[in-house]
Nanobody, 123 residues
Framework: QAQLMESGGDSVQPGASLRLSCPAS????????LAWFRQALGKEREGVAS???????NYVDSVKGRFAISKDSTKNTLYLEMNALKPEDTAIYYC?????????????????WGQGTQVTVSS
């Protein structure tokens, strides 16, 4: 399986915006769901957002209205647009791919992962 690689993490102040990217050209088949997860220090990995091949999206409640997941079909790249960032959004963010995913934000459903990109929100 081709690996994934995230980019775009940074250290920003509360209220700022960031866009994470993850090239995923190997995972365009309709069976795949792509997703973003995050893991804060000392906490379990948490599903943030997912997108199916038909464009259906799911978000964890804490980011609804602030984050947006999208795919660019021409570039075969997954994005996570993050707005109004809060200190509690601080974490390592991972992109992931899974096939025939049922529980869209459950880490165990995904079997291809990137190495993560750090997002730090602090004043």
């Amino acid at each position: 399986q081709a690996q994934l690689m995230e980019s775009g993490g940074d250290s920003v102040q509360p209220g700022a915006s960031l866009r994470l990217s993850c090239p995923a050209s190997e995972y365009t088949h309709r069976k795949y769901t792509l997703a973003w997860f995050r893991q804060a220090l000392g906490k379990e990995r948490e599903g943030v957002a997912s997108i199916d091949s038909d464009g259906s999206r799911n978000y964890v409640d804490s980011v609804k209205g602030r984050f947006a997941i999208s795919k660019d079909s021409t570039k075969n790249t997954l994005y996570l647009e993050m707005n109004a960032l809060k200190p509690e959004d601080t974490a390592i963010y991972y992109c992931a791919a899974g096939a025939y995913v049922a529980d869209k934000l459950a880490p165990h459903e995904y079997y291809v992962w990137g190495q993560g990109t750090q997002v730090t929100v602090s004043s």
